[in-house]
């Protein structure tokens, strides 16, 4: 279950360049389950999912978007931007 978007200055960065959002998850979710439930939530495209445990012990899941500027519209929608 997606908790909450992952927001710093690189994350955002990184969405403008490389159409990837970040968010935190919960630490028993596989990429499989986040890449189905962004897509579901989302209504977009997922290319990719790679998952890691932040310092404080949290899961980032790093998702890549198949479509250009996807990052973007769906940091905009989240109030990110």
């Known amino acids: 279950m997606i908790q909450h978007p992952y927001v710093t200055e690189k994350a ?4 403008e360049k ?6 935190i998850v919960d630490v028993s ?3 499989p389950k ?3 439930e962004i897509e579901a939530l989302f ?3 997922v290319a990719g999912v790679n998952m890691m445990l932040t310092s404080k012990g ?10 250009p500027n996807t990052a973007t519209e769906l940091a905009s ?3 990110i931007f």
């Open 12 to 15: 955002t960065l990184m969405a």
């Open 34 to 36: 986040v890449k189905k």
């Open 77 to 79: 929608r989240l109030g």
């Open 43 to 45: 209504n977009v495209k």
């Open 58 to 67: 949290k899961k980032k899941a790093i998702v890549t978007f198949e479509e």
């Open 18 to 23: 490389d159409n990837v959002l970040q968010f």
């Open 29 to 31: 979710d596989t990429k």
